[in-house]
């Protein structure tokens, strides 16, 4: 199995910034896409942002130019950087890898952490 561990959630005022970080651990043989997905209360979870073994990102329209996303990959650890926090950036965030956890097995499957809040209110 594999665990991810997210940090670095809070409470920052509008215009503040925060840095998560996500790392994995547990039976890895390799991770492909590793990325970061929120959830508002009353909403559904959605795509915040991701990025390849190879290092190729995407991001949802509404955080571009705001957010970056990177990631260690000798460390298995994914973070996500949040400059210019909006209080409509509220929501709880979730890690998410997709990973192999064996050379026998070839499919890999998606993880996902427990969730970091993040509430940006003056």
């Known amino acids: 199995q594999v665990q991810l561990v997210e940090s670095g959630g809070g409470l920052v005022q509008p215009g503040g910034s925060l840095r998560l970080s996500c790392a994995a651990s547990?039976?890895?043989?390799?991770?492909?896409?590793m990325g970061w997905y929120c959830q508002a209360p009353g909403k559904e979870r959605e795509l915040v942002a991701r990025?390849?073994?190879?290092?190729?990102?995407k991001y949802a329209d509404s955080v571009k130019g705001r957010f970056t996303i990177s990631r260690d990959s000798a460390k298995n650890t994914v973070y996500l950087q949040m400059n210019s926090l909006e209080p409509e950036d509220t929501a709880v965030y979730y890690c998410?890898?997709?990973?192999?956890?064996?050379?026998?097995?070839?499919?890999?499957?998606?993880?996902w952490g427990r969730g970091t809040q993040v509430t940006v209110s003056s």
């Open positions: 998410n890898v997709n990973a192999r956890t064996t050379y026998y097995v070839a499919e890999a499957y998606d993880y």
């Open positions: 990025i390849s073994s190879g290092g190729t990102t």
């Open positions: 547990g039976s890895i043989f390799s991770i492909n896409a």
